[in-house]
């Protein structure tokens, strides 16, 4: 237990279906991140938000839609996927500044159909 | 950040050390040196970090060499638990209100055996 969870761990969705992904923090952290891990590929990094603002997008399709309403909240929005999406999406957050360490939620596999 | 290379993948005994290598010869002096592992389909999750110094805690010790061009991290007696992808990675300090961006690479596959 990290003390980022992430809901749901496994989803199924149909390439028209709209979904969401959520994941949430309680320790303090001002720095939330959304990253992606396709089947033997590196983690890539997608978004990162700062104190609820999003200050980096790291190329991603806007078919992915980020959303932080607070410090303690990060959700994705997912529309029209494509197969190729099918990824373990992993959030982590931290604090700003320093050399502390980040921590990960155990991600969602995302399976599209 | 600088670019660190791994070998690919490890074996280790149970119960004997794993000293897992990493390459960051660009490294600038205000790099760290931060290692993370990633279990099998599930969140990565952080074991040490280091600027110069060699550092140690519950879970392991991170030797850099002197000219911090590699550095060596060590699991002194490493359980099945332990098998996992092992990345090291290269991060400039960050300062003030700047986030801590962490990029990937492939990391070593180190498998322990019984």
């Known amino acids: 237990e990290t003390g980022v969870t992430q809901t749901p761990r496994h989803l199924v969705m149909g390439m028209t279906n709209k979904k969401s992904l959520k994941c949430e923090q309680h320790l303090g952290h001002n720095a939330m991140y959304w990253y992606k891990q396709s089947a033997k590929k590196p983690l890539e990094l997608m978004f990162v938000y700062n104190f609820k603002e999003q200050t980096e997008n790291n190329s991603v399709p806007s078919r992915f839609s980020p959303e932080c309403p607070n410090s303690s909240h990060l959700f994705l929005h997912l529309h029209t996927l494509q197969p190729e999406d099918s990824a373990l999406y992993l959030c982590a957050s931290s604090l700003t500044g320093g050399n502390t360490e980040a921590f990960f939620g155990q991600g969602t596999r995302l399976t599209v159909v | 950040d600088a670019k660190t290379t791994q070998p690919t993948s490890m074996d280790c005994a149970e119960g004997r050390a794993a000293n897992l290598p990493c390459n960051h010869s660009?490294?600038?002096?205000?790099?760290?040196v931060y290692w993370y592992r990633q279990i099998h389909s599930q969140g990565p999750q952080y074991i040490i970090h280091g600027l110069k110094n060699n550092e140690t805690n519950e879970m392991a010790s991170l030797i850099i060499t002197e000219d911090r061009k590699s550095s060596t991290l060590i699991l002194p007696h490493a359980t099945l638990r332990d098998t996992a992808v092992y990345y090291c990675?290269?991060?400039?300090?960050?300062?003030?209100?700047?986030?801590?961006?962490?990029?990937f690479g492939k990391g070593t596959l180190l498998t322990v055996n019984p």
């Open positions: 990675i290269v991060r400039l300090w960050a300062s003030g209100g700047s986030n801590y961006k962490l990029t």
């Open positions: 660009t490294i600038s002096g205000n790099e760290y």
